[in-house]
């Protein structure tokens, strides 16, 4: 019992219809390995695990009297971006130091009737902004391969989190890659959907035609497990997509199913140059051109294609993102919800240090650059050129498509850097180069691990696909790690027991 947190989503769900141990049991053995360790990853903002306690006696209940929803009893945490009712939902900044929600976002709702058991919420990079997970107003979390290194942001308390054996999954959001950078750092898998897949009802937004929530996972079938119950239309939400609803566990084991010694024989993988340029680590590259090789092993075919500039995406993102980010920010003002400032003179006082208490830098920064992009005399120079190039980019995409099936890339341009690296946030942003293309053009891409540095720390590949392919991204990734073992090892935090 002591290694339970270490068994994949599969293995627990087997676990749990076997009644090799109930979810109170499980539950229990997650909520003692927070409490015990979490003092040194600082991977949650909020615990419930009085609700989740009565939530897993509930589901043990439910199994018993015959229910077979397969996550029923499964313990999982959120990303505390997406509100939950009756639950602090910080969004990790001060500005909403007090704010309980009083309702559920839709993906919350929609895990809830899963059955599974929620054990709280992970901190972020403030906003959602931010690579490293230094921004948060409730502190830095730390990579529980490398106490000294970054988990990677903005879902870094998602990652931190199911690489340290706390969860065995978690929700994150997506705007510039902030599902699949931290789990590039921490050795996981992690996948963006196409935008459109899963509601953004209740997520709190920062650029609201970026951002999508995704699952985080060891594996990509963990992944899989909890995407499922996240996805579907909701009308609720302007910007979510009627479209064939896929079963992602399915899917993946009947490819298992019919999978022979060349599970990938007809599979074409791009690969971009622009990806494997300047700036690059040379570990990264090595362990990305090592695992194309594998994936080659398999039967599949390398095809060289062309994207835009990576340099070019980033330029244009960090002008369409921080506009974005101006307008959604604006409600917070001092006067409705969440932080207030002290006795102010005048209503302009009140929004004026209210938002400047209640912000942090970073925050602040992104909000001042959209503002001014957005201004009279700008709008056009910054904010409508960068809306034409992000229709270009979406062209090189489609292009590039027309060759292959799935485009592969490293996740980062490096492994996790030090917290005492304390990047300036030009340099920070360019650990976002290769990721952030993907939300521009609304793609779905996944992050798996594919090795370690000679210091110990994971390197993701990204796999980008067309739109609405996310079966073939995980199918792909899962079949990946049938034939190697690189989502099997183990931070140094998961390897200790309590």
């Known amino acids: 019992m002591s290694e339970l947190h270490l068994l994949s989503t599969q ?71 997406f509100c939950t009712q009756g639950v602090l939902t910080t969004c990790g900044s001060k500005m909403l130091y007090n704010f309980v929600s009083p309702y559920n976002a839709t993906i919350v709702s929609n895990i809830d009737k899963a059955g599974m058991i929620s054990l ?32 990677g942001g903005s879902s870094g308390g998602s990652a931190a989190a199911v690489a340290a054996g706390f969860v065995p999954v978690a929700t994150g959001s997506d705007t510039g890659g902030s599902i699949r950078q931290p789990a590039s750092f921490c050795g996981l898998t992690g996948i963006k ?3 459109g897949r899963v509601s953004r009802f209740g997520m709190i937004a920062y650029a609201s035609s970026l951002d999508q929530a995704g699952s985080m996972g060891r594996s990509a079938k963990d992944c899989a497990y909890l995407l499922q119950p996240m996805i579907g239309h909701d ?44 700036g690059l680590d040379r570990e990264v590259e090595q362990a990305a051109r090592a695992a194309l090789k594998k994936y080659e ?14 340099e070019i995406t980033l330029a244009t993102y960090y002008m369409l993102a921080p506009a974005e980010a101006s307008s959604n920010l604006s409600r917070f003002d001092g006067v409705r919800f969440g932080y207030r400032c002290e006795n102010p003179t005048d209503l302009i006082d009140l929004y004026t240090r209210s938002r400047s208490e209640g912000f942090g830098p970073e925050v602040q920064r992104r909000i001042l650059t959209g503002t001014y992009a957005l201004s009279a005399g700008y709008f056009d120079a910054y904010y409508t050129k960068a809306q034409k190039i992000r229709r270009l980019i979406v062209k090189d995409f489609d292009e590039a498509f027309a060759s292959c ?18 990047l300036d946030p030009a340099t920070m942003y360019l650990g976002d180069v290769y990721t952030i293309a993907v939300n521009l053009a ?29 079966s073939q991204l995980l199918t792909t990734a899962h079949l990946f790690q049938q034939h190697t073992d690189h989502h099997l090892q183990h931070s140094a935090i998961a390897k200790e027991t309590v």
Do not use: C
Request: net charge negative; aromatic share 8%; hydrophobic share 35%.
């Open 11 to 81: 293995q627990l769900i087997t676990g749990l219809q076997d009644k090799q141990f109930s979810s109170l049991e499980l539950t229990e053995h997650y909520i003692k390995r927070i409490d015990a360790l979490d003092s040194k990853i600082n991977s949650f903002i909020t615990h419930t695990s009085e609700t989740a306690r009565a939530q897993a006696k509930a589901a043990d209940e439910m199994r018993a009297q015959g229910d077979q929803r397969p996550l029923l009893g499964v313990p999982m945490a959120h990303k505390d971006i």
């Open 405 to 422: 099936d799935v485009i592969a890339s490293p996740t980062a341009p490096t492994a996790a850097y030090k917290l005492s690296d304390n």
């Open 297 to 310: 092993e398999l039967g599949a075919t390398i095809v060289e294609v062309n994207i835009t500039d990576p």
């Open 120 to 151: 709280g919420k992970l901190n972020m990079d403030e906003f959602a902004m931010g690579s490293d997970n230094s921004s948060s107003y409730y502190g830095t979390v730390q990579n529980p391969w490398n106490l000294e290194r970054v988990p």
């Open 442 to 470: 609304g793609l779905p891409a996944l992050s798996q691990p594919v090795g370690l540095t000679s210091d110990g720390l994971p390197i993701g590949l990204q796999l980008i696909g067309k739109h609405w392919q996310e």
């Open 235 to 278: 009308p609720r939400d302007a910007t979510s997509i009627k479209y064939d609803m896929p079963d992602y566990v399915q899917d993946i084991n009947d490819a298992q199913a019919a999978a022979g010694d060349k599970p990938f024989a007809g599979l074409r993988i791009g690969v971009a140059k622009e990806y494997f340029g300047t």
């Open 193 to 195: 959907p196409t935008y």
